[in-house]
């Protein structure tokens, strides 16, 4: 570990980061600085943090919290010290924009490495690596090796899929998705008869998915790409490589409509930044090449760079074909998604 490194704080509860609430502002760290608040993994956002540091001799101070990030910001207004925020997934990026704690950015680099799909029309987000939500089969139960999403709602899965809970970010942004192609109604109906093929009550992470596979209670499950390579490459939980060694990757599609849904991690401004200069820095480091690589090969995410391969073992997954649809729809379709969900009872799990 080199010295830049070591001094990357990670506070791992919000409790604690309170009780710490004086950090950031010592006054040694005024000039050359960058701080983050962030509800990614710190193990997750380190590497490439570190690199930022190493090229820029900027450093960065990082505040994760597990929840009430907004709001936190919010609280603190205009003496928030939160240069940049960094979280996951488009319901969260579309909550930090509606809480008014992000300011919007238009920055040629930026604007340039991310595609216009995959940020805010009014620059207060942005994607800065991708993942598609998937289909975990069972390699030896399942002999199908391509799916469509509304596939699932053939009888023929009848007690054999699995899920997480269906207001889950992850799994709410997929329903947004399908309500954004094919409409409420027609979507409703597809959850209807996919509630019906569950196994179970929608349950657990999606890593937990991967093991309900592996033990037989299910024979499909959906879950984000990502997981499996960091499942199959989990040194500290061998159990994990084996969960994830029983399954294959299947790339869903709205046929005709569109590819693989796909969600990001993504990236703000905060709104008032103290360290704006040093923030904006930061952001465009995130979205060039070298970031890019590094998400990919360690976090097994796809790069929003194009033209840019993830990782090897990502890759031996088959090709993704990125639905085009622009992530502000699906985030405006969030909220009749999480209304479906309770108005079909998904989560209450097949009815016979
Ligand atoms: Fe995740």
Redesign the pocket.
């Known amino acids: 570990m080199n010295r830049s490194t070591s001094r990357v704080p990670t506070i791992l509860a919000s409790a604690a980061a309170l009780a710490l609430a004086g950090f950031f502002s010592a006054p040694a760290s005024a000039e050359g600085t960058v701080n983050i608040y962030t509800y990614r993994q710190p193990d997750l956002i380190k590497p490439v943090l570190d690199e930022f540091t190493k090229e820029t001799g900027i450093k960065t101070q990082v505040l994760f919290l597990d929840k009430g990030l907004e709001e936190r910001i919010a609280a603190e207004g205009q003496n928030s010290p939160a240069d940049v925020i960094m979280t996951?997934d488009i319901s969260r990026l579309t909550a930090t924009k509606a809480k008014g704690v992000t300011q919007p950015l238009d920055d040629e680099i930026i604007n340039k490495n991310i595609s216009a799909q995959y940020r805010d029309p009014d620059g207060e987000w942005f994607g800065v690596t991708k993942r598609a939500r998937v289909v975990y089969a069972s390699k030896d139960r399942v002999k199908e090796d391509h799916l469509s999403y509304a596939d699932l709602a053939d009888p023929k899965w009848k007690g054999r899929i699995c899920i997480r809970s269906g207001q889950h970010d992850y799994n709410i942004a997929l329903f947004a998705a399908m309500i954004a192609h094919w409409g409420e109604e027609k979507t409703e109906r597809w959850m209807r008869a996919f509630k019906e093929n569950l196994a179970r009550k929608p349950d657990g992470s999606?890593r937990s998915q991967a093991k309900s596979i592996y033990t037989g209670e299910c024979d499909i499950a959906l879950g984000?790409t990502y997981?499996v390579g960091l499942m199959l490459t989990n040194e500290k939980d061998p159990q994990e490589q084996e969960y994830a060694r029983s399954l294959k990757v299947i790339f869903p599609d709205f046929g005709a409509d569109g590819g693989t849904h796909v969600n990001i991690s993504g990236m703000a401004l905060a709104k008032y930044a103290p360290n704006k200069d040093n923030a904006i820095k930061l952001l465009e480091f995130l979205s060039q090449h070298e970031a890019q690589k590094i998400y990919a090969e360690k976090n097994f995410e796809y790069p929003v760079e194009p033209g840019l391969a993830p990782s090897e073992i990502v890759s031996g997954f088959g090709e993704l074909k990125a639905d085009m649809l622009p992530l502000v729809d699906i985030g405006n379709n969030r909220k009749a998604a999480s209304e479906m969900v309770d108005r079909v009872g998904l989560n209450d799990g097949p009815s016979s």
């Open positions: 996951v999606d984000n997981y």
